[in-house]
């Protein structure tokens, strides 16, 4: 008979505990232990039982190219680091309703054609995945649906169809028969995803797994899927927009940070595959307080322009607000622009904005920040054809940034014809049509223009 144990597990962390407890010991949070049942079945088969020996030669399994599948998207397979490895296990996260369960649609109708694919629903009906599938012009898609929450169920369908890929929709509505615990509880995906891991590896399926996001920003049921699984993926978008970037933030099998870009449209997800002037606003006029950048994200350069609006402050308590900028980080540049480059933003309320609601987390903005605070305060227009890049210090100095010449590059493509960089960033033969400018300090980079 199977012998069974109860432990209380921290629904916040993952942490078991023997007993009941008030607050977790591990993470600290009041009130979210619960109990829940693990079986502990001796193991009865296997090499251990046999006393053999079941390791393989390293050279031998390395020569072993690991085929990887296509999923009809380029962008989805550069993220995943050339195509869908077999045997492999990928979480996809993302808020509800930001096109998770449209994506696997579309590339489970792609990746039908190099085997079968199960595509196991648990949140939606046949008849609702059906529908969407016509929305998306995918009614002749051959590949086969099963709508269930079992996980041991699912398993047993995908062997039975002998499933070269198996998408699970999504993990937190998925339960395993061996834990007595509710849909979505810690323990419940802990076990449902090492289910799905053991099958993965030992059947050679490419698992897909659909994940909510917490409003904090986390998978649900903390992180401990991450480190169960071979590649994580996130979907993000900013609210009201119709882009959608989907980022590997883990990748066994290639780059992490890598993205790829897609707009939601009436027909399903559409690539785009040359989206590095989709944020720009595009302008036919110059206008004060506008400035374009280069940002790099993963192996890709996006020019970005980041706005910024200085205005006479009523109150005696000016304000800085900074969107898709840190908001320290700003502060910290208008005072070097003030101490540094001469500008007198003191009695100015500083709006900064990235255009498109991207999130700019790298020091290379700092130059088109300043240099478009000083555009907004002299209401003096930069230049469009112009593009600035360089991190700031706090003695006025421009540093280097990495990738210099790939972000000049990008940038040349897009017809700019003057760059403001570091002088340690400056190629020995700048991109053809383009001046480039290098600078080693904040005011002299004021001056360039
Ligand atoms: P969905 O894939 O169901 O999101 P998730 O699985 O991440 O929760 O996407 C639902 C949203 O996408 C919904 O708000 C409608 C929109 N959508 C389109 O705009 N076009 C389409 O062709 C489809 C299928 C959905
Ligand atoms: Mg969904």
Not at 243 to 267: C, D, H, P, T, W
Request: charged share 20%; hydrophobic share 45%; glycine share 10%.
């Amino acid at each position: 008979m199977a012998k069974s144990k109860q432990v209380f597990v921290c629904q916040n962390c993952g942490a078991a505990a023997p007993k009941w407890q008030g607050q977790c010991a591990t993470c600290g949070e009041w009130n979210t232990l619960a109990a829940e049942v693990l079986s502990t079945n001796p193991r009865k088969t296997g090499s251990a039982a046999r006393g053999e020996d079941a390791s393989s030669s390293l050279a031998a399994e390395a020569i072993a190219e690991s085929p990887r599948l296509g999923t009809g998207s380029t962008e989805l397979d550069r993220v995943l680091g050339g195509g869908l490895v077999l045997g492999s296990v990928t979480l996809i996260g993302g808020d509800p309703g930001i096109g998770k369960s449209t994506l696997m649609l579309q590339s489970a109708a792609a990746l039908n054609t190099a085997g079968r694919v199960l595509y196991a629903t648990g949140e939606e009906s046949l008849k609702q995945v059906a529908l969407r599938a016509r929305r998306l012009g995918l009614e002749t898609a051959t590949a086969r649906l099963i709508a269930e929450t079992c996980v041991e169920e699912i398993v047993a369908a995908a062997a039975g169809l002998s499933a070269r890929v198996l998408i699970v929709d999504s993990i937190q509505t998925m339960h395993s028969e061996r834990v007595e615990a509710a849909p979505g509880a810690v323990s419940q995906l802990r076990e449902c995803t090492a289910e799905l891991v053991r099958f993965a590896k030992a059947s050679g399926t490419a698992v897909l797994l659909v994940g909510h996001v917490t409003k904090e920003g986390q998978i649900a049921g903390p992180r401990v899927l991450e480190h169960m699984v071979d590649t994580v993926l996130y979907f993000e978008s900013d609210t009201g927009s119709r882009y959608r970037v989907l980022r590997s933030v883990k990748n066994r099998f290639g780059a992490a940070n890598e993205i790829g870009v897609f707009a939601m449209l009436e027909q399903g997800l559409r690539e785009v595959t040359n989206p590095s002037a989709i944020f720009l606003s595009h302008h036919a006029e110059p206008v004060p307080g506008s400035v374009i950048t280069v940002m790099r994200e993963g192996t890709r350069s996006l020019l970005i322009e980041v706005q910024v609006l200085a205005d006479e402050a009523l109150s005696g308590n000016p304000r800085r607000v900074a969107v898709g900028i840190d908001g320290n980080r700003l502060t910290m540049l208008l005072a070097v622009a003030h101490r540094h480059g001469g500008l007198l933003l003191h009695g100015q309320d500083v709006f900064a904005n990235v255009v498109g609601g991207v999130r700019m987390a790298e020091t290379a903005g700092d130059l088109a920040i300043v240099m478009a605070a000083r555009s907004s305060l002299n209401d003096s227009p930069v230049p469009n054809s112009l593009i600035a890049f360089g991190e700031l210090g706090l003695a006025g100095e421009i540093r280097p940034v990495p990738f210099g010449e790939e972000r000049l590059r990008e940038a040349a493509k897009h017809g700019f014809k003057l760059a403001v960089v570091p002088e340690a960033n400056v190629p020995k033969r700048p991109p053809e049509g383009m001046s480039v400018r290098g600078v080693t300090r904040l005011n002299q980079a004021l001056e360039a223009f």
